[in-house]
């Protein structure tokens, strides 16, 4: 048998393996869409490590990453302004702890559910890994809307969250952070009130800390800065940059506020950026302290923008935001925002390089229309991972019961983003694309990582 037909085989075995264990994955979690997608993504991407190692067939590892370690469910009852008591549903998935404790973010959205949970934590294993901090994937959250909420409801309810959340974490087990609707004033009460059952101090129970209370300088800023790290070493690989670029920033949230923040450091005009109702367009570029004041401040609609920008333009819907050209394009939104057609429209304008801020911001088929077009793809799982790099650099903090310098965490930041560009590309270099295990990448730039 040649080697050529032995590496089909290996090949065609390899793919063989991984869709018995999608199906069995779909089986067992049905209509649970995001985790199938979740995990339909990184088991084709593995099809040509499984294919090159075939003792992965057999030891089971696949069917091993795909399954939490333990998916937490529990109620959430809150007493509203108006005296009524609210119930919601609070979630915690403990997905891999392989490396390091369970470690991710909690997010208060109506959206929550099981199924996003389980996606969730199972990209934040992978993502958590490429850091190379000791930190294993964890998930949480509640599918409550903390929109127009009242300070009193939102402490009520963060602290009845901990109540019962309490239970299942620790320092050296499991350490939550923020994500969606979640930010250092709810990071804060839950805190507090951890603090309050257990009777005493343990700062590297939770990250995204106030300052004064065992928090990290630069972690605010970690997930929007570490998208355009990524970037920026993706860019320079292929001999260009940011400076002098058109990007459009989906979203206005503290992702898209940080990344935006740092591509006009590295010279670049940002000129569109969103919210859950719309999106605002400046061709002149945002300004960006009156995005900050009215997001991070008032809490206001992005909306509001235009009424001290009269050359900007609001438009009602944020899917839209894509058909604005650019050359770079950093979704921070949310997952699926990136659809096929968004991303041709993209490509037809002329984009040179995707970043994802968010998670999973972009669909599969829309994932094929970069890398067909020969489009810079930084997957969310390298791209985002600066949050999660940072929130253990807090917990190293914590443990030492010593703070760093702002520039000390920002350099650490940067220095694990790239760590993550140069892993992706050896492991592209090494496998190649799935459903071409046979050949690597033509260069450096070509595939910014092994995850598709």
Excluded at 84 to 100: E, H
Excluded at 185 to 194: A, D, K, L, S
Aim: glycine share 10%; net charge negative; proline share 4%.
């Amino acid at each position: 048998m040649s080697t050529l037909q032995t590496m089909n085989n290996q090949e065609a075995a390899a793919r063989d393996y991984v869709q018995d264990v999608f199906e069995t994955v779909v089986i067992r979690n049905p209509h649970e869409v995001e985790f199938h997608q979740a995990v339909k993504e990184i088991l084709e991407s593995l099809v040509p490590v499984i294919a090159k190692h075939p003792k992965y067939r057999q030891n089971g590892i696949l069917e091993r990453i795909v399954e939490p370690e333990r998916l937490i469910t529990f109620r959430v009852p809150w007493v509203d302004d108006q005296g009524i008591v609210q119930v919601n549903r609070g979630f915690r998935v403990q997905y891999n702890s392989a490396i390091g404790p369970f470690k991710g973010g909690l997010r208060f959205h109506p959206s929550v559910n099981a199924s996003i949970i389980k996606f969730l934590g199972f990209e934040q294993t992978f993502k958590n890994s490429l850091t190379g901090q000791p930190i294993g994937g964890g998930k949480g959250g509640s599918d409550f809307d903390p929109k127009g909420k009242s300070e009193g409801e939102l402490m009520r309810f963060t602290q009845s969250f901990m109540t019962e959340l309490y239970k299942y974490i620790g320092p050296d087990t499991d350490v939550p952070a923020g994500d969606i609707g979640v930010g250092a004033r709810e990071v804060g009460y839950m805190f507090g009130q951890y603090k309050r059952i257990r009777g005493g101090y343990e700062a590297g129970v939770l990250t995204g800390k106030g300052i004064g209370y065992g928090g990290s300088l630069a972690r605010t800023e970690a997930t929007g800065y570490g998208a355009v790290y990524f970037v920026n070493e993706m860019l320079e690989a292929r001999g260009i940059g940011f400076e002098g670029s058109t990007v459009v920033v989906s979203g206005s949230g503290n992702v898209a506020i940080y990344a935006m923040q740092k591509a006009a450091q590295f010279g670049a005009k940002v000129v569109a950026c969103s919210d859950s109702n719309g999106y605002i367009y400046d061709k002149d570029g945002i300004d960006l302290d009156t995005v900050r004041r009215l997001k991070e401040v008032e809490r206001s609609r992005i909306s509001e923008y235009v009424k001290e920008h009269p050359n900007a333009v609001y438009v009602e819907g944020c899917r839209n935001i894509w058909s604005i050209p650019c050359d770079i394009a950093l979704p921070c939104a949310t997952q699926n925002e990136i659809d096929e057609t968004s991303a041709k429209l993209l490509v037809s304008n002329g984009v040179q390089a995707v970043g994802e801020g968010a998670n999973m911001p972009s669909t599969l088929e829309a994932i094929d229309v970069f890398l067909q077009a020969g489009v810079l793809f930084g997957p969310a799982k390298a791209a985002n991972a600066g949050g999660v790099a940072v929130s253990a650099l807090e917990m190293s903090q914590n443990s030492m019961r010593y703070s760093w310098r702002f520039h000390e965490v920002d350099d650490k930041l940067h220095e694990i983003m790239k760590n993550i560009y140069r892993q992706s590309v050896n492991a592209a270099e090494e496998y190649g694309h799935p459903g071409n295990s046979s050949s690597a990448p033509t260069s450096p730039a070509s595939s910014a990582s092994p995850m598709r």
